[in-house]
């Protein structure tokens, strides 16, 4: 009796670390992602305005629907809870009202969705390894977002009007996702964020055949290598996802600043300061591309990344 009770207390000590360690590649994913600097374009921890502090609460506001996904994916895992029993949909749904509440309503949903489903995943797959893991990952996405209905996607569609975000509404409308359509032919939550995806790619993370989350993970463990430094890992991983966007004569500034250590030198932090301050004066932003980045550093962290 005495050697039972050992073990219990031994497994629960484990789950339960291994729930603080999902808990903190999150929050720190999620901050890391949205403060390193200097990112050319986007926002970062030297360039004022509210677009920062609203990104981190829309993460920080959603703490206990966070603990739930990783409770619901565990319960999916040892099969006691089927994967629809989860009720993505209404998950996300509160998770984004809840997030409207904290962040004095300027909830950023392409930061709490994937974070939301980045729990869930982890929790399910408990991978080793995100890379030698990518594989369970996937499978994971598919049985949750892939495998959700239009029931859903309805959840989320009215959240996302509670909380001012008809953009995101109407964007997917012109793209041929409506009522009629979702009853029609069974729309999933996959399809539905792999249209919102195109304007804002955070959430193509949450498609399981897109490689833009795997590939963002593994450049920022290859940087993080080269580096040594986590600041410049997330700094060198975000220039590569907005590399396609950028005009000839950035793409040559943002290569001479990787070339020179990024934020590790002064000559890098000098070139990427004159980058960014050029392209905000010039009319660019690249702001959208912050929550995908901040999604591929939460699983970076798990993977290994300190600062």
Not at 110 to 136: C, F, G, K, Q, Y
Not at 184 to 189: A, D
Request: neutral net charge; hydrophobic residues 40%.
């Amino acid at each position: 009796m005495e050697h039972n009770h050992y073990y219990a207390v031994c497994f629960s000590f484990t789950m339960v670390c291994g729930v603080y360690r999902v808990l903190k590649a999150l929050l720190e994913g999620c901050h890391l992602g949205v403060y390193s600097y200097i990112k050319p374009g986007g926002v970062h921890r030297l360039r004022l305005g509210e677009a920062p502090f609203h990104m981190m609460s829309s993460c920080i506001g959603v703490l206990e629907f966070i603990e739930k996904a990783l409770s619901y994916g565990e319960l999916v895992r040892k099969g006691s809870l089927a994967a629809g029993g989860v009720e993505l949909g209404k998950l996300l749904s509160k998770a984004l009202r809840e997030s409207y509440v904290w962040t004095s309503y300027k909830v950023y949903p392409d930061i709490v969705i994937p974070t939301i489903v980045n729990a869930l995943i982890l929790s399910h797959a408990e991978p080793e390894s995100i890379l030698r893991n990518m594989s369970d990952l996937r499978k994971s996405l598919a049985v949750f977002v892939s495998g959700s209905k239009w029931r859903d996607v309805r959840e989320v569609i009215n959240a996302l009007k509670a909380v001012g975000r008809e953009d995101m509404v109407s964007h997917a409308l012109s793209y041929g996702i409506s009522p009629a359509k979702g009853f029609i032919e069974e729309v999933s939550l996959e399809e539905f964020f792999k249209v919102l995806g195109s304007k804002w790619p955070g959430l193509l993370t949450l498609c399981s055949k897109e490689d833009v989350l795997y590939s963002g993970v593994k450049a920022a463990l290859e940087y993080y290598e080269k580096y040594r430094d986590a600041n410049s890992a997330a700094v060198a991983t975000y220039i590569e996802l907005v590399n396609p966007r950028l005009p000839e004569w950035a793409r040559r500034e943002a290569a001479e600043a990787l070339s020179r250590g990024l934020m590790t030198t002064r000559e890098g932090a000098s070139t990427l300061y004159r980058l960014d301050q050029r392209l905000v004066k010039e009319g660019f932003s690249f702001n959208e591309y912050v929550p995908l980045l901040s999604s591929v550093m939460q699983l970076a962290i798990y993977e290994g990344i300190r600062f």
